[in-house]
């Protein structure tokens, strides 16, 4: 098969929270204690090692845990316990909760948001900072985004502690003491930034105690994979199989598949298609569940093997496959897609916009075939919306 394009671009290895911490500790990011627990017995014995009231956390490679009843406060080892029964085993959002971080319960008076990632088009790290942190950040970007503030680094001059001071001023942080507090942990999450190879570094929230005792309370940590030669450690916490499955069996198969959080699954051919797909299917009104790359090829194993992996995203209601052949031919893509659907018995609704060489003869092969979860449209637009309705349907 032809080579594809996303397999050159750098994936990011998306640690546990538990782990991130455990970076941000040895950056010098103050955190709270904690321990790990697999059992509610363990979680048991957590918290009475470490002492006082906990809170229980599933530690899962996804976010807005706390909403999805991911974590818990208890006053004691008891309680610990009993939450830990609650929430081992919980699915939040197709990821099923394995492991829990036991940590000591802080008090919080003050939430705060700070994370650096890349900007790719300034060619820089971007730091965000809000005083509006604890909820979502893109919620604060849109609603009040002068609260949100902004600045970049530039890589060859690098860090300099006025950009943190600069950073916490504009955000509007006045106490002294957490300014200070603050400008330290945006220079100790650089140096952190750098020396992991992460891709992103997002504490939220920060918090300011009622002591006013600044740390990160949650942590969200992404390493470039290919830089992860150079940090075995951090190769070893990478857990293949929970960070998505199924983005672990289309690397198998050598099709391009990214999951992402709605119900359209999205097929096309060449990346700059597929990429305007999803596009098209949140223009539509509809959020797509993931991306998947059939590449140049589109023959009849690669058709299979995508609909498979598609198909099994239990989040996927419908499926979006958008062809435009070049070299590719939709007749020998709609073969593919009637041996894959004899092969998998994949039933959900399927719409098809072909477009290029062999579109009417593709048309006519789906048409014959007389399968009632295959719908045909036109246009990109109306095979979007016609998905979109289907995912509610
Ligand atoms: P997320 O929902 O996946 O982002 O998980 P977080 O780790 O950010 O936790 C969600 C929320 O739970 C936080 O914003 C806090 O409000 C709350 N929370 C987490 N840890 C503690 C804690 O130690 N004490 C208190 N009081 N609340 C906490
Ligand atoms: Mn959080």
């Known amino acids: 098969m ?3 394009f996303f397999d050159s671009l750098p994936r990011g290895v998306d640690l546990y929270e538990y782990q991130g911490k455990e970076l941000f500790r040895r950056a010098g990011i103050p955190v709270s204690d904690g321990r790990l627990a697999t059992t509610p017995g363990e979680a048991r014995q957590a918290a009475e090692v470490l002492g006082g009231p906990v809170v229980v956390k599933a530690q899962v490679l996804t976010g807005g845990r706390g909403k999805a009843g991911g974590i818990k406060l208890a006053a004691n080892a008891h309680e610990a316990e009993e939450r830990a029964k609650e929430i081992l085993g919980l699915d ?41 942190g604890g909820v979502d950040i893109e919620q604060v970007a849109e609603e009040s985004p002068d609260a949100l503030v902004q600045l970049r680094i530039d890589p060859l001059e690098g860090f300099h502690p006025w950009q943190a001071r600069r950073l916490v001023y504009a955000g509007g942080v006045t106490d002294p003491s957490e300014q200070k507090q603050i400008a330290a942990i945006v220079g100790k999450l650089h140096e952190a930034f750098v020396s992991f190879d992460a891709m992103l570094c997002e504490i939220n929230p920060l918090i300011v105690t009622p002591g006013g005792e600044v740390k990160a309370l949650d942590s969200k940590f992404t390493v470039d994979d290919n830089a992860l030669f150079r940090h075995p450690e951090i190769g070893a916490m990478r857990d293949r199989e929970a960070a998505e499955p199924l983005e672990a069996l289309a690397r198998e198969k050598h099709v391009t598949y990214v999951k992402l959080d709605g119900e359209v699954g999205v097929l096309g051919n060449g990346a700059g298609l597929t990429m305007s797909t999803v596009d098209v299917v949140t223009f539509a009104g509809g959020r797509p569940a993931n991306f998947c790359d059939l590449g140049g090829g589109g023959d ?5 093997d995508a609909l498979e992996i598609i198909s099994a995203d239990p989040q996927v209601k419908s499926i979006f496959f958008n062809i435009f052949a070049g070299i590719t031919r939709c007749d020998v893509v709609a073969q593919g897609m009637l041996t894959a659907l004899d092969q998998t018995r994949i039933a959900h609704p399927i719409v098809v916009r072909f477009d290029g060489t062999n579109a009417a003869e593709g048309r006519e092969i789906l048409e014959d075939a007389g399968r009632d979860n295959i719908h045909v449209e036109a246009t990109m637009l109306d095979a979007a919306k016609r998905a979109v309705e289907l995912a509610h349907d």
Do not use: C, N
């Open 2 to 4: 032809a080579p594809r």
């Open 92 to 132: 939040i959002r197709g990821h099923v909760v394995r492991k829990l971080w036991i940590e000591s319960a802080s008090d919080i008076a003050k939430e705060y948001y700070l994370s650096l990632t890349f900007d790719r088009s300034a060619k820089k790290a971007l730091y965000m900072f809000t005083t509006q």
């Open 300 to 304: 009849a194993q690669g058709v299979v």
